[in-house]
């Protein structure tokens, strides 16, 4: 079973269409994140989640809203999505207590926008 | 949270060792070294994590000295399959919810 997985891994969208990323982990981990990579390759978190509750948000268009319905599960929302939105995304998770290691991510969604 | 520094890109042959070094001079207290490693198309993976001395995994093994104001990633005998992005952290016992803080990563390419 995958640990962390994110649908859809592709996602190929016109300029102002609204987009959602899924994904789940079934590791019992209290906190889950979403992470940008660019096509610089440089990985910047955006959001974290501690049991469903919001801890970190950081600068981060307010197109981009996350949702968590429980705490196996953060979804991504993005409004009137832009050029520069064109990233790949990966979700991650982990235990609560530890910042440093124990992070399991996800395979990423790529999304480009055209 | 302490920033690293590491080369860009590394090269190396199929059967030799390689060393990626990190350097983190402004590391706290109570600040951990984790290396994650990535390959094309997935997520960051952890590899090995370190506080002092020397720590070594199935994969890994990891050097710090005594100042630990930097550190060196060994991989012994290393494969084709082991190019990748690998990533140097630094960080604390933050409560978990902090995030990991990404640098550029060192770009590593095993040749035959």
């Known amino acids: 079973d995958t640990a962390v997985s994110q649908t859809p891994k592709y996602l190929v969208t016109q300029m102002g269409n609204d987009k959602s990323i899924k994904c789940e982990q079934n590791l019992g981990h209290d906190t889950m994140y979403w992470y940008k990579q660019d096509s610089k390759k440089f990985l910047k978190i955006m959001f974290s989640?501690?049991?469903?509750?919001?801890?970190i948000n950081e600068t981060v268009p307010n197109r981009f809203s996350p949702k968590s319905p429980d705490k196996a599960h953060l979804n991504l929302h993005i409004n009137s999505l832009e050029l520069g939105d064109s990233a790949v995304y990966f979700c991650a998770s982990s235990p609560s207590g530890q910042s440093n290691y124990g992070y399991t991510f996800g395979s990423g969604t790529r999304l480009t926008v055209v | 949270l302490a920033k690293t520094t590491q080369p860009i890109s590394m090269d190396s042959y199929e059967g030799q060792e390689v060393n990626i070094t990190c350097s983190h001079n402004?590391?706290?207290?109570?600040?951990?070294i984790t290396w994650y490693q990535q390959f094309p198309s997935q997520g960051p993976r952890f590899i090995i994590q370190?506080?002092?001395t020397k720590v070594t995994n199935e994969v890994a093994s990891l050097f710090i000295p005594a100042d630990r104001k930097s550190s060196t990633l060994s991989l012994p005998r290393v494969s084709l399959s082991d190019t990748a992005v690998y990533y140097c952290l630094v960080g604390g016992q933050g409560g978990g919810a902090d995030g990991l803080t990404f640098g550029k990563g060192t770009h590593l390419i095993i040749q035959p």
């Open positions: 989640y501690n049991n469903k509750e919001l801890i």
């Open positions: 370190g506080y002092k």
């Open positions: 402004n590391i706290a207290t109570n600040d951990y």
